[in-house]
């Protein structure tokens, strides 16, 4: 039987309501309260003491992101697997408590039975930095193909184009995509572009919202905020076009954008910057339309060959959603990792 053990809880306190019968979760935060932020770090050490004295030998410990504090649980007679989806110059551990260096982080990986990451790039960085070649895998970046099963496309007032995630420029470039869409509403006057996601309310947000009106485009932008998640497939269903303007970086390089597969599993047209590992899965005019990075032009030639060029298009989007089944299947990809941990 899984162990499923909570150490934090989310902002809502969230619980699994639906669990399967095979796995027990264990909120180790309803055991110890959190009723001050002082009182944090002494959450962690006695949630960690818990957690260690429930592990006995043969067992395996699976953690998401590789934490500092795995290093605490390390126990003779129990395999450890560590996952990353990141590079960890890019994502360090925000809270000063539990910070940590990042040899410590390279020598904890050294120490694991196996490292799961998500991209050729992170493969060979671990590797390089002294983990086991034969101890690091790839696990694809995965998707639930039913949630989007039997969602049909609907005719909305005005159509639009989207993209869906933070506000974020320096990860996803979403002020080149506002420059990119100033492009095309030159060639098409009758589309809109959706951003999905939280409210432009500070940071690149905020900044974005100033570049949409220095463009003249806010009435050609639609930012949603923050969406019910059940209601996302319908939205990106809906669009004509979906998109990711992601400029080059060590971020980009190593990690690999998650919304990818929601988008391809849509089968509407996607248009994507050619970054990191997307080129060995996504071939542009076959399965998604690829532009370089920080080209806003070549981007928006894309969106725009997209929209005159409907039934290639279409053809294009289902070649895409085709990839997705085929390599972001979440089942396919746990058989993957399970058959290596167990």
Excluded at 23 to 49: D, G, H
Excluded at 262 to 270: F, R
Aim: aromatic share 10%.
């Amino acid at each position: 039987k899984w162990r499923l053990f909570f150490i934090m809880p989310d902002a809502k306190h969230s619980i699994w309501n639906d669990c399967p019968n095979n796995i027990e979760v264990i909120y180790c935060w309803r055991m110890y309260p959190l009723k001050f932020k002082a009182m944090r770090y002494i959450t962690y050490n006695l949630s960690l003491s818990y957690i260690k004295k429930q592990l006995k030998e043969g067992d395996v410990v699976y953690s998401y992101n590789m934490p500092p504090f795995l290093n605490r649980l390390l126990k003779a007679g129990v395999k450890y697997y560590g996952e990353r989806t990141e590079h960890p110059e890019v994502t360090q551990f925000p809270s000063a408590l539990l910070r940590t260096s990042l040899e410590d982080h390279l020598s904890l990986a050294r120490k694991m039975d196996g490292v799961f990451v998500i991209s050729t790039s992170l493969r060979d960085y671990y590797i390089q930095n002294g983990v086991k070649e034969e101890k690091v895998h790839i696990i694809n970046m995965i998707v639930e193909p039913s949630r989007f099963e039997n969602i049909k496309k609907y005719d909305v007032k005005r159509d639009y184009i989207a993209y869906c995630g933070n506000a974020s420029n320096n990860k996803d470039g979403v002020d080149k995509l506002i420059k990119s869409f100033a492009i095309v509403c030159q060639h098409n006057p009758d589309i809109d572009l959706y951003i999905i996601g939280p409210a432009p309310i500070g940071g690149d947000g905020k900044s974005n919202l100033q570049l949409a009106a220095s463009l003249g485009l806010l009435k050609r932008i639609v930012f949603t905020g923050s969406v019910n998640a059940a209601d996302v497939p319908q939205l990106l269903k809906n669009a004509r076009v979906l998109l990711l303007n992601r400029p080059d970086s060590l971020q980009a390089q190593c990690g690999f954008p998650t919304k990818l597969g929601e988008y391809l599993l849509t089968a509407n047209p996607v248009v994507i910057t050619k970054v990191g590992d997307i080129p060995l899965f996504l071939e542009d005019g076959k399965n998604a339309l690829l532009a370089s990075s920080d080209d806003d032009q070549e981007f928006a030639s894309k969106i725009i060959w997209a929209l005159d060029n409907p039934i290639d298009a279409k053809r294009i989007g289902r070649k895409g959603a085709e990839v997705a089944q085929r390599n972001f299947n979440a089942r396919i990809e746990t058989a993957k990792l399970l058959k290596i941990i167990i």
